[in-house]
């Protein structure tokens, strides 16, 4: 009889990742998602962490400070438009000395990628989520690589340009829509996927606020909400400072996200998001 094949370990050591979001959502608080930008011009810490011994003592620093999953990114996506595109070779070669010692952390990794190609490569050596920031709406064959391997898809909202004129809320709506139902055409499973509404992508730092203080409304498609207002613009409308200096107003942002509904928080900062939610919830736990 001839034997079966060895299955690789790449094919089975992550036969468990469908599950990877059940486990989070099950925690029963909000889930710290870490910030790991393998790049030269993010717009907050661009070229911080692009040495590969640099960036997995940050990613190593997050998991000590209670970052319950890390998000990998080697391609900026800077939310105002200015980022600099970079090819899936240069891409994946900025990951390839961090990604999989990365995921030897032992805590799940997303994929921060809007390229087919990079996200397969990255759930090949061992990502275990994807996080698009174009939806499924900007590479046709997205949808495909997220079902075939069976794995979790944060769909985040985005718009080419910021347009003031419109109801974002509306907007929004009508895109996860449309992500939704390229979803389901892929056969990706409903259970797997989470919804972004892409604070700073696309919309001016008034919309921004609003997606926030309105983001109960999305409840309405029954999935898990992730927000992301770590450093970004619309709090220097609010109080000016630099990316660096907006610590306060991300926190104030993501302890009312959770307020709102949100899930998943991702954040530059974990030591002082997961401190600043386990207070709050803290406090609530007594109201």
Known sequence: MTAAPTPSPAATLHDDRPDVLSRLTA????????????????????????????????AQQMAADGADILDVGGESTRPYGDAEPVSAAEEKRRLDGVLPAVVRLGLPV?????????????????????????????????AGIVARHGVPIIIMHNRVAADPAIDILEDIDAFFERSLAIAAQAKIRRDTIVLDPGIGFGKTPEQSVTAIARLGRFKKFGLPLLVGASRKRFINMVSPAPPDRRLGGSIAAHVLAVANGATFIRAHDVAETVQALRVAAAIRERE
Do not use: E
């Open 27 to 58: 925690l029963g608080r909000p889930v710290v998602m870490g910030i790991l930008n393998v790049t030269p011009d993010s717009f907050s810490d661009g070229g911080a962490f692009l040495a590969p011994q640099a960036a997995i003592a940050h």
């Open 110 to 142: 997303s994929i921060d990628t809007m390229k087919a190609s990079v996200a397969a490569w990255a759930l090949g050596h061992g990502a275990a989520m994807v996080n698009d920031v174009w939806g499924l709406q900007r590479d046709p064959d997205m």
